[in-house]
């Protein structure tokens, strides 16, 4: 089960029932240490607890620069996206989806993880594990001002933060379906049902392939969502679980999403309780 808990609304949207189901896709990163002499060695080092400095993960994604105590994948690095309440982090493979909360100098998920479930390498695969297992026991965070350092008894990170992630890189790129969210819930897409796709122009006219159907229809994006004209498609009676998913799929792909996230190359798209993660390509 994949399960995003990111969650942007636009004014007038996303009431009770929306955040129910965005606060099922939720993901932990549970804390560590706050002890004393991790506070003392911190504040000499001119660090202070994260929380002193919550404007820092505000629409933020860090990058991995030094990690201690573990060595990753040639080739690989962490990433941790702030957005909102929510915490999407990428251990080199998959990325794992949720609500976050700092307390005490400790980051921590608010309840278990959702992730992607693309295929790995056998060393990848180990190495999101790792990163699973890390924020599962829980880190303590502190900062300088500009970048984040996360610390348990063995193992020493430092993140630093990049640039935002413009949403007008998402024209002119593939976007491929690898999830569906549903019922507060987000699965990976059925192996039978043929991945449903929006190849989007530069100028945000885009083929759409449901999985069933093809047709049309126009991406536009601001700086918070992203917009859908109403789609144009063929009738082809589609069978389950092809139906299931066609329905989800037009659902989000017509009108103002309620909720957006993207990280550069994972996209999760909201929009009346049903919601299409993307792999951006």
Same mark, same amino acid.
């Given at each position: ?19 129910? +189901? ?23 080092s001119g660090r202070e607890p994260l929380q002193s ?11 991995? &620069? ?9 080739? &690989? ?23 976050? %909360? ?15 479930? #693309? ?17 599962? @026991?829980? +880190? ?11 610390? !348990?008894?063995?193992?020493?990170? +430092? ?14 790129? !593939? ?6 969210? %549903?019922?507060? %819930? ?8 043929? &991945? ?9 006219? @885009? ?19 992203? %917009?859908?004209a109403p789609p144009t498609v063929t009738r082809v ?6 139906? !299931? ?20 190359? #994972?996209?999760? +798209?909201?929009?009346?309780?049903y919601g299409l993660v993307f792999e951006v390509a």
């Open positions: 089960m994949l399960t995003p808990s990111s969650r942007r609304q636009r004014p007038g949207a996303g009431g009770p029932g929306t955040r129910a +189901v965005l606060a099922a896709v939720t993901v932990a990163l549970l804390t560590a240490c706050g002890a004393d002499g991790d506070d003392d060695a911190a504040s000499a400095d919550m404007a820092l993960l505000e629409a933020a994604t860090f990058v991995s &620069t030094s990690v201690e105590g573990y060595e990753l994948v040639p080739g &690989t690095e962490l990433r941790l996206s702030f957005d909102e309440d929510t915490l999407a982090v990428t251990g080199g493979c998959n990325t794992a989806f949720g609500a976050f %909360s700092v307390e005490d100098g400790t980051l921590s998920w608010e309840s278990g993880p959702a992730t992607t479930m #693309m295929a790995c390498s056998d060393e990848d695969a180990v190495q999101d594990q790792w990163v699973a297992d890390l924020l599962g @026991a829980g +880190v303590a965070a502190t900062t300088d001002g500009a970048d984040l350092h996360l610390t !348990t008894d063995d193992v020493s990170l +430092v993140l630093e933060r990049e640039p935002p992630v413009d949403l007008n890189t998402l024209l002119g790129r !593939t976007w491929s379906v690898v999830g569906t969210l %549903s019922d507060g %819930s987000t699965s990976r897409l059925p192996s039978r049902v043929r &991945t449903p796709r929006l190849v989007v122009g530069e100028d945000g006219l @885009a083929r759409l392939d449901t999985g069933c159907n093809t047709g049309r229809t126009r991406v536009q994006v601001d700086r918070v969502s992203v %917009s859908f009676r589609c069978r389950e679980p092809d139906r !299931t998913i066609e329905r989800i799929v037009l659902s989000v792909v017509d009108g103002r999403s309620d909720y957006v996230t993207f990280n550069g190359w #994972m996209l999760l +798209v909201v929009r009346d309780g």
